[in-house]
Antibody, heavy 118, light 108 residues
Framework: QVQLAESGGGVVQPGGSLRLSCGASGFTFSNYGMHWVRQAPGKGLEWVAVVWHDGGSKYYADSVKGRFTISRDNSRNTLSLQMNSLRVEDTAVYYC???????????WGQGSLVTVSS | EIVMTQSPATLSVSPGERATLSCRASQSVSSNLAWYQQKPGQAPRLLMYGASTRATGIPARFSGSGSGTEFTLTISSLQSEDFAVYYCQQYKNWPPYTFGQGTKLEIK
């Protein structure tokens, strides 16, 4: 069955960096686009970034553009999110999610909490 | 950017009754709309895509309708496990993919 598992979350000071990973199993990873979606405490869902199945195209939300970098390693079935220049408002649970034809998100990981605080 | 607006913010319904949740887009998204259910401490789960197609394993008591800018998610007879937060999401024009702010469905 499809499984997505995030790791790498934690507490970081404002201006710091953190790298999230998402391990995928149960499907052909290289056939699917992959996203990061975040949810601030007690708030709704916010799309963060997408990388196409072959890594050829990447898109970002304006709120993270220039600070976050999405990448993937299809040989290791792994999705990553490098987060630099972190701000307090980046505090959230970060979910990785599988994409079907650049449309909706049919499978989600369990999430990884990132807390940006001094 | 397409703005998605859900109403009401909170809906109180008794088990066994019908619940109707609304989602409005700031411009037409055709039928490029999905619905998700999220329970406390859990990841969102895909319920519906294409505005009216149930995702795999979703019970028939869930139905979706609408196109253009107005959409509805209906749960015909509420079960205890249906009380959760529901989000709509458009995938017509991206980036960014945008979500509604959510409707909390609570037990009356």
């Amino acid at each position: 069955q499809v499984q997505l598992a995030e790791s790498g979350g934690g507490v970081v000071q404002p201006g710091g960096s953190l790298r999230l990973s998402c391990g995928a199993s149960g499907f052909t990873f290289s056939n699917y686009g992959m996203h990061w979606v975040r949810q601030a405490p007690g708030k709704g869902l916010e799309w963060v970034a997408v990388v196409w199945h072959d890594g050829g195209s990447k898109y970002y939300a304006d709120s993270v553009k220039g600070r976050f970098t999405i990448s993937r390693d299809n040989s290791r079935n792994t999705l990553s999110l490098q987060m630099n220049s972190l701000r307090v408002e980046d505090t959230a649970v970060y979910y990785c999610a599988r994409d079907l034809h650049s449309q909706y998100f049919d499978y989600w990981g369990q999430g990884s909490l990132v807390t940006v605080s001094s | 950017e397409i703005v998605m607006t859900q109403s009401p913010a909170t809906l109180s319904v008794s088990p066994g009754e019908r619940a109707t949740l609304s989602c409005r887009a700031s411009q037409s998204v055709s039928s490029n709309l999905a619905w998700y259910q999220q329970k406390p401490g859990q990841a969102p789960r895909l319920l519906m895509y294409g505005a009216s197609t149930r995702a795999t394993g979703i019970p028939a008591r869930f139905s979706g309708s609408g196109s253009g800018t107005e959409f509805t998610l209906t749960i015909s007879s509420l079960q205890s496990e249906d009380f959760a937060v529901y989000y709509c999401q458009q995938y017509k024009n991206w980036p960014p993919y945008t979500f509604g702010q959510g409707t909390k469905l609570e037990i009356k």
